[in-house]
């Protein structure tokens, strides 16, 4: 599974932003499409998560603010996308595209990362 990120920039406090990943290769082995994130001198976090049925769970700290969605239409490629509103500075982070297959234990693929600055 090959994972392409793309989307991220810069953005003034209470902007917005949309990230997309699109998955290509073995993507009928994908359950679960996430987004991750690490900002400087932090681990990376958890953001956002859905599975193939569309159960979504979110970090606390962006409930209520950033969606995520996805594209199974095409079967040769998924896609997921994360909606990102009324951004803080502390969204400030490198995120990353995640997918994880079916087996257990699930097999994880990550994307490069995409910048995202909010900043006034």
């Known amino acids: 599974v090959q994972l392409q990120a793309s989307g991220g920039g810069l953005a003034q406090p209470g902007g917005s932003l949309r990230l997309s990943c699109v998955a290509s290769?073995?993507?009928?082995?994908?359950?679960?499409l996430a987004w991750y994130r690490q900002a400087p001198g932090k681990q990376r976090e958890l953001v956002a998560t859905?599975?193939?049925?569309?159960?979504?769970?979110?970090?606390d700290s962006v409930k209520g603010r950033f969606t995520i969605s996805r594209d199974n239409r095409d079967n040769a490629k998924k896609a997921v996308f994360l909606q990102m509103n009324s951004l803080k500075p502390e969204d400030t982070a490198v995120y990353y595209c995640?997918?994880?297959?079916?087996?257990?234990?699930?097999?994880?693929?990550w994307g490069q990362g995409t910048q995202v600055t909010v900043s006034s």
């Open positions: 859905m599975d193939s049925i569309g159960r979504t769970n979110y970090a």
């Open positions: 995640n997918s994880a297959t079916y087996s257990d234990p699930p097999i994880r693929y």
């Open positions: 290769g073995s993507t009928y082995s994908i359950n679960a």
